[in-house]
Each structure stands twice: as C-alpha cells, then as structure tokens.
C-alpha cells in the first residue's frame, strides 16, 4: 500500500511540479515527494517523525477538515509550527474518511489545474487506502479470532489457534506475558464507544512499540487486553519489560482519554508463561490484577498478579462464594448501612495488625473510643478480636467485601463515572 502511495504522490508531484503529501486521518505521514520549496517546522516534524503533536491534530480538527467534502485551506498557525498556508483535500471512500492530500503554500500559488489534479490524487489515494485497510483488517480480524480463541477455555482450542497463529506468521514461539487494561464504567452498563475505541487505540499503540510477530491485541466488551511474546528472555527480563509497557499503556490510555493522569484506568499485568498456548492463565491473572484494582481502588492504577496478595486467592471466588466465605456475624454488620463506621474502625485496626495506637491515629479518634467501637463490634458478631483465629476471619472477611460487587461495604470503592 505504501508504495503504491509513493508512485502515486511522485507521479502527482511531477505532474503539479510542486510537493504533495499524503496523511492518514491521524494526520500521519504515509507518503511524500522532495520539497521544491521551503518547508515550516510542522512539515520538518512530519518528515523526521512520520508524525506530528497533538495540538496540530487538533488544529486541524479544529478547522474542519474532517467534515471537508472538497478541497480546504489550512491557515497558519505559528505556535504550533504552522508558518504556512496549506491546501488539503479529504481522501474518502463512500464518505469514509482515510486521510488528507495536502499541497504547501510555498511552492506558489495554487491554481484551478493543482485543484483538480488535488481532486484526482485523492481519488485514486482513496482506492488505494480502501484496498489496503480491507485486507490489513481481514489479516487482523483474523489474528483477533486466534487471539480469541487462544485465551478461551477449551484446551483443544487454544492447541489450534497457537499453531495457527505461529504458522500463519501472527505471532512467534516463545514465551508470553499478557497486560489487560481497563477504564471505569457504570456497574452493569456497556462500555461508552469513546472509551471502547480509547482502549483500542492504546493497545495497538504499544503493539506497534514491539518488534513484528511479537505483540497481538484485542479489545473485549469491557477491557482490552495485549499478548506479548519474548523469545529467548528469561521470567525477571519478562516481568520488568512488561511492568514498563504496562505503563506506557496507561499512559496512553490516560492521554487518548483526554482526562489528564488522574483518569480512572487501570492495568494488569499477568505472569510469565513458557509457551503461547499457556497464555490464556496469564491473560486470567492480569484480568483479575486489573479488575481487582478497579474494585479496591487502594492498589494504584498498574498493577502486576504477583501484587495482589490475599486478594489473588480471593478474586477467583464468585460472588455467592464470597458472599457464603464472610462470618455470619461479619455480614450481618457490612449489610446494616448504621454500622459502617464500625466497619471502618475494624479495617483500620486489622490492617495495623491490631496496633490500637496507630489504629487510633489513623482513625482520628482517641485509643478508648477504639477499644468501645471495637468491643461493639464483638458484640455484634460474636467474633473475639484478641482470638487469632477470629481475628483472620474477619480481615480476610472484610477483604472479601470489598471484592463482592453488592455489599455496600464503607470501604468498598465508590462507583465512579466519567
């Protein structure tokens, strides 16, 4: 396709004698001839990095030229490397944009003959995208259903799809680790299209950062997640190279949501498995990494399996499961909202490892106010704080609540939006 593109704007810019250029929508360079004039800052960016920032996209945007249906001018915008008047024209296929010719205003002015021969490059660049984007995306839909497959449940089928996947050339042998990405939603309710294409985006983004063969995606109807593959890498080489892409996913993830980092997105991160066929536990452990920090909220925002503790074992459980694990006692105190700050003073003081002076602190409260909630607390449940046994049953109880999706724990992290 790339080629094609090339003779394409080499055949038009000998024709119109000036430089003509070739964007995706994405206003990535794809296509380009020798400059006969001089060129902006913006051009020189485009040029050496086949891409250009955020704040040209959206000046562009901002002009309208997704919305063109003809040709359009492009006027200087010198704080962001734009010293000189552009002429683009939208390259459709059945109103489907695909990209952008664009002439430069330095190589004089642009006549009726440069439009129509602008008209007639960006028809035949829209037969030419159109061609290539059908068959990349059967090639990836294809992959997306090895993938799918892959980290199904029925062994047999996975066998299938990690052969196909290797002998089809999609992926290499070799061992994976899998990161799954989430952002926050209403309980219960389908992911909003903004932040499903959000995901998208930020997966194949750090799918594009590995070498060929070794990075496979795919967005699921809540989460997103990316298969990487390391040939030769040992477990510690793994675990650090995905902590890392781990965050430049989050990164991303936060910047295409355009919510600055304080977005409500997270990242798992699942452990090393020696063969591609094993990847679908790898892919379970960084679904649960990701899901339990969304619950929590106490985690932070990329979280690796190996992290979650207690709370590895207990995301497993169904909610039933956790529902019948919790201390009858224990449960009749979580469902009575006049007792959540009972429940509160009991996680603190757990979670100081019964340490009342430091769980007074935290608290804000004095060491016998603690001790009275505390004994009430006891007598509510009919556990005994100062019995090790019980003490267990009830910090392990209390971190089931906050995994159960109905109990309306104080602790439990609130259901946000945005």
């Not at 086949?50 to 040709?71: F, I, K, N, Y």
């Not at 047999?156 to 196909?164: I, K, Y």
């Not at 959540?340 to 409260?365: F, K, S």
Request: hydrophobic share 45%.
């Amino acid at each position: 396709m790339v080629s094609e593109l090339q003779r394409l704007v080499d055949a038009f810019g000998a024709r119109l004698g000036r430089s003509i250029a070739i964007d995706d929508t994405r206003l990535k360079l794809l296509a380009y001839n020798a400059h006969t004039g001089d060129v902006d800052d913006a051009r020189i960016e485009s040029v050496m990095h086949r891409g250009v920032s955020t704040a040209l996209v959206a000046h562009v945007c901002e002009q309208g030229a997704a919305q063109a249906s003809d040709v359009f001018t492009l006027p200087p915008c010198p704080q962001i490397g734009i010293t000189m008047e552009r002429v683009g024209m939208p390259i459709r296929y059945d109103d489907a944009l695909l990209g952008y010719v664009w002439l430069i205003g330095s190589d004089g002015p642009i006549g009726d003959r440069a439009v129509e021969l602008l008209r007639e490059a960006a028809a035949q660049a829209a037969l030419v995208l159109h061609r290539g984007y059908l068959g990349v995306e059967v090639t990836r839909s294809h992959a997306r259903e090895l993938v799918r497959d892959l980290i199904a449940s029925d062994q047999a089928l996975r066998t299938e799809a990690g052969a196909a996947l290797v002998e089809e050339e999609h992926a290499v042998a070799g061992p994976v680790t899998v990161l799954v990405a989430m952002v926050a939603r209403e309980e219960g309710e389908p992911l909003a299209e903004e932040r499903r294409l959000a995901l998208e985006i930020a997966v194949d983004h750090c799918r594009r950062r590995l070498p060929p063969s070794r990075g496979l995606a795919l967005t699921r109807p809540d989460h997103a997640l990316l298969l990487t593959i390391w040939p030769g890498a040992r477990s510690q080489v793994i675990e650090r190279n995905a902590a890392e892409l781990a965050k430049v996913l989050r990164e991303k993830l936060v910047a295409e949501l355009g919510l600055g980092r304080a977005a409500l997105c997270w990242v798992g991160v699942g452990g090393p498995r020696p063969r591609l066929t094993e990847a679908h536990s790898s892919y379970e452990e960084a679904r649960r990494a990701a899901e339990v920090a969304r619950i929590t909220g106490t985690l932070g925002q990329v979280v690796a399996h190996t992290q979650l503790g207690v709370y590895a074992l207990l995301g497993k459980l169904t909610p039933d499961e956790l529902a019948e694990g919790i201390h009858p006692g224990l449960r009749s105190l979580l469902s009575n909202p006049a007792h959540r700050g009972l429940v509160e003073t009991l996680r603190v003081y757990l979670d100081h490892a019964g340490d009342a002076q430091h769980a007074a602190t935290a608290l804000h409260i004095h060491r016998s106010t603690l001790y009275k909630r505390l004994h009430r607390v006891e007598q509510l449940t009919g556990l005994r704080l100062d019995v090790g046994d019980d003490r267990l049953t009830a910090h392990i109880g209390l971190k089931m609540a906050e995994l159960h999706p109905r109990l309306p724990t104080s602790m439990k992290a609130p259901d946000v939006v945005f």
